[in-house]
């Protein structure tokens, strides 16, 4: 071995990221967003369920730092990506401070989750696919996490149905439901909250005598998008599991070139 090979492998590599930065300004949140990952999570038929998630996690940044080490927050994911759950994200949080010196982590977590679902009639078995969210942040040793979850729904217009000689429009829509919590509770019953919070759930698979029941009862069952969000509120503040929550519902609808939206936040400790 030379000389000039054997400094060559014995410099150490510069630590940019933790050279001194002047300009005094704090970064609130710096980290990786978009991540594609593989995770498993926990579901309430089948114990656990892998599926894809899209995750950001971001630290804070104090002034005299130049930056933050991104491979970290990589480091951190793969540890945990077999043990993702509601009760795991404090500790992912505490790990991410710990790994990136930080007094502060935000991690969100985006991925769609699969329920094996009947058709009403022919009993016709399909997996219907849902949207769920988990969002945390954790200060110093205090944490605070939502979970979301946001499902399609169909609503018939009252308005267009007490009108009209003979039929009214209908219209898929959707519903996205942010809870905070004070003991658990599976995604599986918040998901079901809110299908029978509308005119009409949506199934996968419908055969002719499933399209009938299915279109018969969102008739019978008229709601505005303002009766769907105070329905599923009703529903979320008759359950003392959840101490806040925010409610947003889409109609994405069929005989005007916009969407209907209404929106509901809440806390239990509110009085309206």
Not at 5 to 12: A, E, G, R, V
Not at 213 to 218: Q, R
Request: hydrophobic share 35%; charged share 25%; aromatic share 8%.
């Amino acid at each position: 071995m030379t000389d000039s090979k054997k400094d060559s492998t014995d410099t150490p590599m510069a630590d940019v990221q933790n050279r001194p930065d002047t300009r005094r300004i704090r970064i609130n949140k710096v980290g990786v967003k978009d991540i594609r990952y593989p995770i498993t999570v926990m579901d309430k038929a089948k114990d656990a369920q892998r599926t894809v998630a899209s995750v950001n996690m971001y630290v804070d940044l104090p002034h005299h730092y130049k930056g933050t080490h991104m491979s970290r927050f990589i480091e951190v994911l793969s540890t945990h990506r077999d043990s993702i759950s509601t009760q795991s994200i404090p500790t992912i949080l505490s790990d991410m401070k710990k790994r990136l010196d930080a007094a502060s982590a935000h991690l969100e977590l985006t991925f769609p989750y699969f329920i094996e679902k009947k058709a009403p009639v022919s009993g016709a078995v399909s997996l219907m696919e849902y949207t769920c969210h988990l969002t945390g942040h954790q200060c110093d040793t205090k944490s605070d996490l939502t979970v979301g979850v946001t499902v399609p729904i169909t609503t018939l217009c009252p308005c267009s149905k007490e009108i009209s000689t003979f039929g009214a429009h209908n219209q898929r829509g959707m519903v996205t439901v942010v809870v905070r919590y004070n003991k658990f509770f599976w995604m599986e019953d918040l998901i079901r909250l809110v299908e029978s919070s509308c005119s009409s759930e949506v199934f996968a698979l419908l055969k002719r005598s499933d399209e009938k029941f299915v279109t018969e009862a969102a008739y019978e069952n008229p709601m505005f998008v303002e009766d769907v969000v105070r329905e599923v509120a009703v529903r979320l503040l008759a359950d003392d599991t959840f101490t806040w929550f925010s409610i947003a519902a889409e109609n994405f609808e069929s005989i005007h070139n916009h969407s209907a939206y209404a929106y509901i936040e809440r806390s239990r400790d509110d009085q309206d």
